[in-house]
């Protein structure tokens, strides 16, 4: 059985609304249809995710096809940077640096990435232990995302590890091993057989 982790694809910049409150742009929304109708998600038998928007607006489209009930956890969000709000895109990209080089400190109030590190490893191993049947998907963020995979492959924390910039990537890790079968891949790209 194989957990994979989604993050949420390219999403509607709005700076004046809340980060977690932005939903999925058009091809966000097209690279979802097209993960939908894929079809190697089949065995997938719980889809868990972040409580924010566009992660529940990925999830809504492959549960609905699959016929699989979606869990809401609010502890999957993306690392709390409630602290600075909307960032123009190269202030976001050297913050988001810093998260990850410096992952003991808070960079301009922003959740340390040990934290976040800790809060989403944590959401996951609650899922797991339940040891229900079949595979799971994860629907999140890119961020606590390379968090999580570091962990999982016992990488330090560190952006090299990140996935493609706009999101719509997964990583495949093995349920009972908790082991990283591969880092991440656009989600056009089948998994390895």
């Not at 038998?45 to 529940?56: D, W, Y």
């Not at 990583?171 to 991440?184: A, E, I």
Request: charged content about 25%; aromatic content about 8%; some cysteine.
């Amino acid at each position: 059985m194989v957990a994979r982790y989604l993050s949420h694809p390219q999403v509607h910049r709005n700076p004046s609304i809340p980060v977690p409150e932005w939903g999925l742009n058009a091809l966000g929304r097209q690279r979802v249809e097209a993960l939908r109708d894929a079809g190697w998600l089949t065995g997938t038998t719980q889809i868990v995710s972040s409580a924010e928007r566009k992660a529940v607006e990925t999830a809504e489209p492959i549960a609905k096809a699959l016929g699989v009930a979606i869990e809401i956890r609010t502890a999957m969000h993306e690392n709390d940077r409630s602290a600075t709000g909307y960032l123009s895109p190269d202030v976001f990209e050297q913050v988001a640096d810093r998260f990850f080089a410096e992952p003991g400190r808070s960079v301009r109030g922003w959740e340390r990435a040990i934290d976040a590190q800790n809060r989403i490893v944590h959401e996951v191993e609650t899922v797991l232990d339940r040891e229900r049947p079949g595979d799971v998907l994860f629907v999140g963020h890119g961020g606590v995302g390379t968090l999580l995979m570091c962990h999982l492959a016992g990488y330090p924390i560190a952006r090299i590890h990140d996935q493609a910039s706009d999101g719509g990537n997964y990583f495949s890790f093995d349920r009972m091993h908790r082991r990283l079968l591969h880092p991440w891949r656009p989600i056009e790209d089948a998994p390895a057989a």
